[in-house]
């Protein structure tokens, strides 16, 4: 199975701040990943595919790089709207996905 | 608009079994895989299971296979996943999904189902 690390765990960050989430993958996944945004109490929500191709209607504040083993989730200038659970996710090895652990961005 | 409602969740004791079901509209039932995802109580998101379009293909996370059964009937929108000999890690909400273009990214989702087993 392959594993997803992400890191940091948690963050805390202030309105106009840029962010940046990093995801690791247990092997080379080429750019079978996927950043998923989830607000508490809802179910995910899909901003980029393919490592960096952004999902219509995302702003584009957001923004996804890496390819291989390394990714990372880029906000650009972070908004109150931004607080937020998020997941990287693997489709290398579809169907048997699998997902980082998660990182908690606070806005301060 | 797409849509997809979960049912079915609820307190079930260790050893139960309970029935989960995926009710949608917007979009050609028949013509897609479905997932389920599940997300324990302040935890990571977990793949499930799937089924492709016809219901001929079904893959299990290692987790539930042998406990949990996906199906469908494409004639009624649904998906169902049947869950049995449930254990306190069963606990979690449970999301139905669709991978839209068949390339492992989930743009729709349910707003889940939460599944409590406790004695």
């Known amino acids: 199975d392959i594993q997803m690390t992400q890191s940091p ?7 106009g701040d840029r962010v940046t989430i990093t995801c690791r993958a247990s092997q080379d996944i080429s750019s079978w990943l996927a950043w998923y945004q989830q607000r508490p109490g ?9 490592a960096s191709t952004l999902q219509g209607g995302v702003p584009s504040r957001f923004s996804g790089s890496g390819s291989g083993r390394d990714f990372s989730l880029t906000i ?11 997941y990287c ?8 996905i699998s997902f980082g652990q998660g990182t908690r961005l606070e806005i301060k | ?32 895989y479905m997932t389920w995802f599940r997300q324990a109580p302040g935890k990571g998101l977990e793949w499930v299971s799937d089924i492709s379009s016809t219901g001929g293909r079904t893959n299990y996370a290692d987790s539930v296979k042998g406990r949990f059964t996906i199906s469908r009937d494409n004639a009624r929108k649904s998906l169902f996943l049947q869950m049995n000999s449930l254990t306190v890690e069963d606990t979690a909400v449970y999301y139905c999904a669709r991978d ?5 990214w989930f743009v729709d989702w349910g707003h889940g189902t939460l599944v409590s087993v406790s004695s």
């Open chain 1, 76 to 86: 650009s200038s972070l908004q109150p709207e931004d607080a937020a659970t998020y």
């Open chain 1, 42 to 50: 809802k179910a995910p929500s899909l901003l980029i595919f393919a």
């Open chain 2, 100 to 104: 839209r273009h068949s390339s492992g």
């Open chain 1, 9 to 15: 765990s948690s963050v805390s960050a202030s309105v």
């Open chain 1, 89 to 96: 996710q693997q489709a290398y090895s579809s169907p048997r």
């Open chain 2, 1 to 32: 608009q797409v849509q997809l409602v979960e049912s079915g969740g609820g307190l079930v004791k260790p050893g139960g079994s309970l029935r989960l079901s995926c009710a949608v509209s917007g979009f050609t039932f028949s013509d897609y």
